[in-house]
């Protein structure tokens, strides 16, 4: 009988793994590069419980805009934390087209993504494996302030991999390089249902749409249903934010942050019972996947003793800003003109 959680190595020189106890969260780090405060996780983050008003559809592809306003916001702090560690992601499969993504650290060598983002004969050929992917942490159009790594080693949920169930539609991209000590990675908990109803949730990824993969995007809604493999929420996506985290947080401390959800469909994914609006979704994080994330960051090394710090023991450095509020508010305002003056190029997004 096939385990829909055991994971599936990409064919390479294979890798052990090992399953461990089971925990409710993981680590999360801010990283070791220069850090400072964050305009945007105090702005736009939404945090503890909050039920907004219902919006109406304008579908857009695989993932789907709510309502008859697009409701993302630009970050351009993508050299802060939490932003710079979530990744725009390029993937090459054996027919040599490129398709973009999202992805996140989970830890200082793993970055975990959507399932289909790294296995898909849609995209990626009869073979279901890229070839390649490349990894920008934090990327801001043309700048790439921790540079981007290619990995040709990943792995997905055999449920996925089998036969293409949405609620497994979970993968992970192994990194050689530790780069996430600079940027830092993600805390993951697998909280009950009852947590999870009617909480903030927050998005954020690199949309075709907006910048053609090379520019974050954010949005933030909340919770509206929960099932045993994915939650459901009312905020804006496009293709591209395939592999985004969805997360939680109670206060706008980055040391408050919980992924709680892989964010990978639009409206066509299905609501849950009891939910009528339309709604976009991600398959959730449970003591399963949970497992199965601790086991890939594992295999690329673990997170370092202390979970908090790199293996070094360097204090993080930081920062105070030196834009105002409204610096912000102008260059954004600059920045929305001249985005819609210029179209995206064509490529392929999930």
């Known amino acids: 009988m096939a385990t829909p959680f055991r994971s ?19 680590p999360g780090f801010t990283g070791a590069a220069l850090d400072g405060p964050s305009r945007a996780l105090r702005h736009l983050v939404v945090v503890g419980k909050a039920l907004p008003a219902a919006r109406t559809i304008t579908p857009r592809g695989i993932e789907s805009i709510i309502g008859p306003n697009d409701d993302r916001q630009r970050i351009l702090e993508t050299d802060l934390s939490p932003w710079r560690a979530i990744c725009a992601l390029n993937m090459r499969g054996a027919l040599g087209s490129g398709v973009i993504g999202t992805g996140w650290f989970a830890g200082p060598q793993t ?10 004969r849609v995209f990626f050929g009869e073979a279901g494996w890229a070839e390649e992917i490349e990894v920008a942490p934090g990327r801001n159009g043309a700048d790439m302030p921790f540079g981007q790594e290619s990995s040709t080693r990943f792995a997905a949920l055999e449920g996925w991999v089998q036969g293409e169930d949405p609620d497994y539609d979970i993968g992970c991209i192994h990194l050689n390089e530790p780069l996430g000590e600079k940027v830092g990675w993600f805390s993951i908990a697998a909280l009950p249902a009852e947590a999870l109803v009617g909480s903030a949730v927050n998005v954020s990824g690199y949309p075709a749409d907006r910048g053609g993969g090379a520019q974050q995007w954010y949005d933030s809604s ?26 939680v947080q109670d206060s706008t401390s980055t040391t408050d942050i919980r992924v709680v959800g892989i964010h990978a469909y639009g409206t066509a994914g299905g609501a849950p019972p009891g939910v009528t609006e339309p709604v976009n979704s991600a398959p959730r994080i449970t003591p399963d996947v949970l497992d199965q994330i601790r086991a890939w960051v594992e295999e690329d090394g673990g997170w370092p003793p202390n979970g908090t710090e790199t ?19 102008a260059i954004a305002e600059l920045l929305a003109a001249a985005l819609d003056n210029r179209r995206p190029a064509a490529t392929a997004q999930v």
């Open 222 to 247: 909340s919770i509206r249903g929960v099932t045993d493999r994915r939650i459901f929420y009312g905020l804006d996506t496009f293709g591209g934010q395939s592999g985004a985290p969805a997360w």
């Open 8 to 26: 599936i190595s990409k064919p390479t020189p294979s890798s052990t793994g090992g399953q461990e106890a089971r925990p409710t969260s993981t």
């Open 311 to 329: 293996q070094t023991g360097e204090p993080v450095p930081h920062r105070e800003s030196l834009l105002s509020d409204e610096d912000i508010r």
């Open 111 to 120: 970055v975990i993504t959507a399932g289909h983002c790294v296995y898909s």
